[in-house]
């Protein structure tokens, strides 16, 4: 299947740069697969608040509880020399990064991480000797390794962990089409807006951003009507941005990520499945679990890595319908949901947004395919 027909026009003007004041108010474009799709897919204009008027008692909403680490950090070389990083991984004290700016280092060179304000000195820890608080270092770190592929191999001279350290120093990890200039307050707001309020595995480096949307009075009031929760967690990498560069979508290699469903959660869904209710998966990242997991009609239980990539063509097992935002042309996230709601559906829905003015992208309104 060809690349191009997954591409649309979207004016830079779209793409939301922050997110909407309240999240619950963003907005929903509404669609409805069992409309005349051979004339045009049935839409609704809504705000999210408004989405218990499409959910019934039974539904099982299916949402990843996924954390954001702030991954994002700065770093100097000894010479003064800035570079910016991206965390991707942990094993004993060594990362792998992202590092821009790296060019010139090479593998035994260390460099330094610096604190959010980015002033050597800040970012500290204490060693046994200095619990007293008598003097600070910065972190400092080895380049071990520059792979093939980009990543670079840091080694961290810290005990710490690498979740605690980028408590300390880190950013979130925004997409390259959201602009920041490293600023203090806009990275606070940040912290806590590009995070879902139901957040709590730390792993990922991306959001699940079709959760941004709900808020815990709105979970509240859909349980209160008989919609049942259930959770799993993907760790979303950052090939999630990756746009497919191939000629033929079937060429592209996805990327991998982890993820888990308990026994418990899997019980909720097959329950709710079993019982004739809509399994309504929370974003690309719930369904590409929710799919992998799939035994027949019901969910089994485990945690491994999932490479699944979505094309249309492909028969859903699990998933009856889906909320997910608006995504970038040529990305294998609009192939799963072309996948889902068809090719011609899909781009007519996005056609609209465009011409109603919605806001896309990751700090972006958000779609309901029923």
């Known amino acids: 299947m060809k690349t191009s027909l997954f591409d649309y026009e979207l004016g830079p003007e779209l793409i939301a740069q922050t997110p909407s004041p309240s999240r619950s108010e963003s907005r929903l474009l509404v669609l409805d697969r069992k409309g005349d799709a051979c004339v045009a897919p049935t839409l609704f204009d809504r705000r999210f608040a408004e989405i218990g008027q499409f959910l019934r008692a039974?539904?099982?909403?299916?949402?990843?509880?996924?954390?954001?680490?702030?991954?994002?950090?700065?770093?100097?070389?000894k010479t003064g020399?800035?570079?910016?990083?991206?965390?991707?991984?942990?094993?004993?004290?060594?990362?792998?990064?992202?590092?821009?700016?790296?060019?010139?280092?090479?593998?035994?060179?260390?460099?330094?991480?610096?604190d959010r304000s980015r002033r050597v000195g800040i970012a500290h820890h204490l060693s046994a000797e200095e619990e007293g608080g008598v003097q600070c270092t910065p972190y400092e770190a080895e380049l071990v390794e520059k792979r093939s592929d980009g990543v670079c191999i840091l080694k961290i001279d810290s005990d710490r962990s690498a979740e605690e350290i980028l408590e300390e120093v880190g950013f979130p990890p925004l997409p390259p089409y959201i602009r920041r200039d490293g600023d203090i307050e806009q990275a606070t707001e940040d912290r806590q807006r590009y995070q879902t309020v139901y957040a709590r595995r730390p792993g990922a480096v991306a959001a699940p951003t079709a959760g941004l949307h709900f808020t815990e009075p709105l979970l509240n009031q859909l349980q209160q009507q008989g919609v049942h929760l259930a959770w799993v967690t993907l760790h979303v990498g950052t090939g999630t941005f990756k746009p497919v560069t191939a000629e033929n979508l079937e060429d592209h290699e996805i990327h991998s990520e982890w993820y888990e469903v308990d026994a418990e959660n899997a019980r909720v869904i097959n329950a709710a499945k079993g019982a004739g209710g809509r399994i309504i998966a929370v974003g690309t990242t719930a369904t590409r679990v929710l799919e992998t997991a799939a035994s027949g009609p019901r969910v089994t239980p485990g945690m491994g890595t999932t490479g699944l990539f979505i094309t249309p063509g492909y028969e859903f097992k699990i998933v009856d319908a889906l909320i997910t935002n608006f995504h970038l042309p040529r990305s294998t996230l609009l192939a799963l949901v072309a996948a889902f709601a068809g090719l011609d559906a899909t781009l007519a829905a996005y056609r609209h947004a465009v011409e109603q003015h919605y806001r896309f992208y990751s700090y972006g309104d958000a779609m309901l395919i029923l």
């Not at 039974?58 to 070389?77: I, M």
């Not at 790296?102 to 593998?107: G, H, N, Q, S, Y």
């Open 58 to 77: 039974g539904d099982c909403l299916v949402l990843n509880d996924t954390k954001v680490l702030p991954a994002r950090f700065f770093a100097e070389r």
């Open 81 to 114: 020399a800035s570079m910016e990083g991206l965390f991707l991984a942990e094993q004993a004290g060594v990362w792998e990064v992202m590092l821009k700016g790296a060019r010139k280092v090479r593998p035994g060179e260390r460099i330094r991480i610096l």
